[in-house]
């Protein structure tokens, strides 16, 4: 008779085994999730944008804003040694990032001509002759055209000269 009432105690410690095993894998489950769950949340906070939010963010690109001038016809300076008198025959196209830029320039327009037709004069055949003195004289009307016009006025925000046509003779 020993022997029954011994098997009650080991049923009543078979549960409180397995009630711990339980606790165990329930709290094991849940740091799990808890580190889980951290590890997503830093993910998803230090990530950077993705570039598809970025697109809806970013304006789109303005289209280019183009001024074109009259020809112009100058006598050049001329080169040492050289016989004869060389001229200069230009058609230039202006950019500016605005429309109000390009309207700003339309009403000065006479001192803009005036500028630039006195720049082309000081120049020399020799000196247009190759790509990096065309480059040049871009770059040199450019920086004429963007001085102010008035004292204390703004300076004009042309970011591009484009020659359509030079011809020298």
């Known amino acids: ?10 049923t009543d410690e078979a549960p409180a085994g397995k009630s711990k095993k339980t606790l165990f894998i329930i709290i094991g489950a849940v740091v799990v999730l808890l580190a889980g769950g951290g590890g997503a949340a830093a993910w998803f906070l230090t990530r950077e944008p993705s570039s598809h939010h970025e697109e809806k963010k970013a304006e789109p690109a303005k289209p280019p804003v183009f001024v074109t001038l ?13 016989e004869g008198d060389k001229y200069l025959q230009t058609a230039l196209t202006l950019q500016v990032p605005e429309e109000k830029d390009a309207e700003e320039l339309k ?5 803009v001509r005036s ?3 006195l720049l082309l004069s000081s120049k020399k055949a020799s000196d247009l002759s ?3 003195g ?7 009307i450019m920086t004429e055209v963007n001085k102010p016009f008035e004292a204390n006025a703004e300076a004009q925000k042309v970011t591009g000269v484009f020659f359509t046509s030079l011809v020298i003779q």
């Open 130 to 132: 190759n790509e990096p």
């Open 70 to 82: 009259e020809n112009f016809t100058v006598n050049l300076t001329p080169d040492e040694g050289a």
């Open 115 to 117: 500028r630039i037709l």
């Open 107 to 111: 009403l000065r327009m006479p001192q």
């Open 134 to 140: 065309k480059t040049k004289l871009a770059k040199d």
């Open 1 to 10: 008779m020993a022997k029954a009432p011994a098997k009650p105690e080991a």
